[in-house]
């Protein structure tokens, strides 16, 4: 089974419903669902039940929500919305048949020695999991490129840090590729029960000197970007990896395309790169 799916954020101007129908067209069998479109349903009044039975019209799985981001924040204010949002995904989720949601620490505690960063960030994703856990949902942790926690290394402290059964990461490969420390090789040699879905892409790097601007950076197919991206796809599949891969594009370009004809390409890419259709 070719377990290929469409991360919404790479069709931002869609809406919940239209996402699912319009995956399932360009062949892909899951979503992975941008937490606004989430967020912005729920808060139009409308039901979950619409959303169960368009994906079981269109035979489609949601396989994350992405995402509750800020999650290393240590104001009471800023716990308090994390949990409470993280209780929205979680009920969410549990009533659409998904069982994952993903955490993104930014750059709160940028400059702070870095077992204070994995100690505080450690804490609040404990917190998180906790949750999570009531409702049978596990969370994926995506290194950001511009933040502290930007490598493969520091994620799997993170995770040991956490130390809960219901805590992995997504492999990105931008984030992880722009970050600098990470390799191919260090993916390859990392163990697959911690990868929980994989973020396929392309991209390139800012010129020195100029601002990181990822909807700019990451508007560019498999291909056309700098990222050797078969060996990162070698690399994952060396791991025994055989989960679900994302296409994830994050650009305010494409945003302005077509959004089935963006879908189909990504679909296609995943293909040609992934299952060498």
């Known amino acids: 089974m070719n377990k290929k799916a469409l991360h919404t954020k790479s069709i931002w101007k869609s809406n919940l419903i239209s996402d699912i129908r319009i995956a399932r067209q360009s062949g892909f ?10 967020h912005d349903y729920l808060a139009a009044g409308l039901s979950v039940e619409t959303v169960k039975e368009t994906m079981a019209k269109y035979d489609m799985k949601m396989i994350s929500i992405n995402d509750v981001a800020y999650v290393e924040q240590t104001d009471d204010e800023s716990i308090r919305r ?51 856990a009531r409702y049978g ?5 995506e290194p950001v490129a511009w933040s502290p926690i ?8 993170l995770i040991e840090e956490v130390g809960r059964d219901n805590f992995g990461m997504v492999i990105d490969f931008w984030h992880l590729w722009y970050g600098g420390k990470t390799s191919p ?38 291909g056309d970007g700098d ?13 025994g990896y055989d989960g679900w891969w994302t ?22 890419l995943l293909d ?5 259709k």
């Open 227 to 239: 990222i050797p991206v078969p060996e990162w796809v070698s690399a994952v599949k060396a791991t």
């Open 29 to 38: 069998d899951a979503v992975e669902m941008a937490g606004d479109k989430v």
């Open 185 to 222: 090789d260090d993916v390859a040699n990392m163990k697959k029960e911690l990868i929980y879905h994989i973020h396929f892409g392309d991209g390139k790097k800012n010129s020195p000197g100029t601002m990181c601007d990822e909807t700019d950076l990451r508007g560019y197919y498999a």
């Open 150 to 157: 930007h490598s493969l290394s520091q994620s799997l402290e």
């Open 137 to 141: 949902v596990k969370f994926q942790l």
């Open 82 to 132: 994390m949990l409470a949002q993280t209780d929205t995904l979680a009920t969410f989720a549990q009533q659409v048949g998904c069982d994952c949601i993903q955490l993104v620490p930014l750059c709160a505690l940028e400059g702070r020695p870095w077992e204070e960063i994995r100690f505080l960030t450690g804490q609040n994703i404990r917190r998180i999991a906790d949750v999570g």
């Open 272 to 276: 040609q790169y992934v299952f060498q």
């Open 247 to 268: 296409y994830e594009l994050v650009s305010a370009r494409h945003w302005q395309s077509d959004t089935q004809e963006v879908a189909d390409k990504t679909s296609r």
